[in-house]
């Protein structure tokens, strides 16, 4: 089966600048993670959507982050604007229902 | 809250050399408790997972992990390493009731082994 497909894979912006990460799980998966992994952590869920509604975005500081996932399939992330401290990898996840996750690259984004 | 501790930052081991990560949480009630793997510039894979049954669970390419319910422990193992194994290992718990959605994650081990 063709994994968790996630766009683009490192992204550099400057600072107050937008930025937005595209996920496409694996088909038939109808949960979604989003996690947020700093250097030398482990990853830290930021919303977790069941089809297309986003049942936990309690951690997604909701200031500057958005996402959506239109239809129940792929899903967008976005950060406007971007800080310095949002550099850190973004990884998509997903399941069937609570069968373990699947995760995908990730992107690597640096804020200068 | 669920907490996970993996105090072995990085562990650096010859090839042959037999293998223990530590991994310990705390939470009171039941777990379903999970190991994965980052190899480089790869995505994280599952290694193993513990839900119930036999507490020596084993995963894959000669990974194994014991649960001790009495230490709150769920220690990654391996005999003989391989220079391939070198990679990032989390370890992840969340409470059995409650799924993925309360999953969480270690800080990770970098495990170096040197040819």
């Known amino acids: 089966e063709a994994g968790v497909v996630q766009s683009p894979r490192y992204k550099i912006i400057e600072k107050k600048q937008p930025v937005a990460f595209w996920c496409n799980p694996i088909s038939g998966h109808n949960t979604l993670y989003w996690y947020l992994q700093n250097l030398g952590q482990g990853p830290e869920l930021l919303i977790r959507?069941?089809?297309?509604?986003?049942?936990?975005d309690s951690q997604l500081p909701k200031d500057r982050f958005s996402a959506e996932r239109l239809k129940g399939v792929d899903s967008t992330l976005k950060i406007q604007p971007a800080e310095l401290g949002d550099s850190a990898v973004y990884l998509c996840?997903?399941?069937?229902?609570?069968?373990?996750?699947?995760f995908g690259n990730g992107t690597r984004l640096t804020v200068t | 809250a669920q907490s996970v501790s993996q105090h072995n930052h990085h562990v650096i081991l010859s090839e042959a050399a037999s293998l223990e990560l530590g991994c310990n949480y705390s939470?009171?009630?039941?777990?379903?408790l999970f190991w994965y793997v980052q190899y480089p510039g790869q995505h994280l894979q599952l290694l193993l997972k513990y839900f119930s049954g036999d507490p020596l669970v084993k995963g894959i390419k000669g990974f194994e992990a014991e649960f001790i319910k009495s230490k709150f422990s769920f220690n990654l193992r391996k005999p003989s390493v391989q220079w391939s194994d070198t990679a990032e290992y989390f370890c992840a718990v969340t409470p059995s009731n409650f799924g993925n959605e309360k999953l969480t994650f270690g800080t990770g081990t970098r495990l170096t082994i040197i040819p």
């Open positions: 959507y069941e089809n297309e509604e986003a049942v936990d």
């Open positions: 939470y009171g009630g039941t777990v379903n």
């Open positions: 996840a997903s399941s069937l229902n609570n069968s373990p996750l699947h």
